[in-house]
């Protein structure tokens, strides 16, 4: 059980190195399947997503020298999910959970990709010096 749990780990760790690599897998296998792009595109963003939270955490955790990485991500989604919940009261006058979850994790896809290209690019740039 060991051996494919750290399989499981190695393989998330490769994938989250590079999100660009599960968003295209996905994209290309739900197009031969014969889904239309659209929706293609949109589990593309939503499996990326989860690579994307994993390796922005860790850039952040590196960055900042703290293990926050996460709890932060996870914060500024539900202060995301409340504004937007907040939005459909308004609104509709109810809220429709699976709706604002599919928002808060889309929106989330573009937020994390910005922050990956910005943490990589001052990684590549401004290398942490380790002691």
């Known amino acids: 059980m060991g051996s494919i749990w750290n399989a499981l780990v190695q393989s998330y760790a490769f994938l989250a190195t590079v999100p660009i690599i599960p968003f295209i897998l996905v994209y290309v296998i739900m197009t031969i399947r014969g889904n239309d792009k659209k929706s293609a595109i949109q589990l ?76 990589m690019l001052l990684a590549i740039v401004f290398p942490i010096a380790s002691d």
């Open 44 to 119: 593309s963003m939503d499996v990326t997503t989860a690579f994307l939270f994993g390796c922005v955490a860790s850039l952040l955790n590196d960055r900042l020298g703290t293990s926050f990485g996460p709890f932060f991500l996870l914060l500024v989604m539900l202060v995301g999910g409340g504004l937007i919940g907040n939005a459909q009261n308004r609104a509709r006058g109810k809220v429709d959970p699976r709706k604002l979850l599919r928002a808060v994790w889309r929106l989330s896809f573009f937020g994390l990709s910005v922050l990956y290209i910005i943490l």
